[in-house]
């Protein structure tokens, strides 16, 4: 059971950080792992000429996410 959504963002600045949600429920990794997908588009932009997702808040790029 997953409790904490961790985004990966890669910034402009070369700086790596990690993102921590707590999850409002326990709930099945691939559950997490979907709703992590969703708030990727919801946040980003994907560029295909780049093959990356940009943060629509301009910070940096959107790496990844995993469940805990």
């Known amino acids: 059971m ?7 963002i890669l910034l402009f600045d070369g700086t790596l950080i990690q993102e921590r949600y707590d999850l409002s429920r326990s709930m099945d990794v691939h559950d997490c ?5 969703d ?8 560029n295909p000429n780049k093959n990356a997702w940009f943060l629509n808040d ?11």
């Open 2 to 8: 997953a409790k904490t959504l961790v985004i990966l």
């Open 39 to 46: 708030h990727r588009e919801a946040v980003s932009t994907y």
């Open 33 to 37: 792992l979907a709703l992590g997908t």
């Open 58 to 68: 301009g910070r940096g790029t959107w790496q990844g996410h995993m469940c805990e």
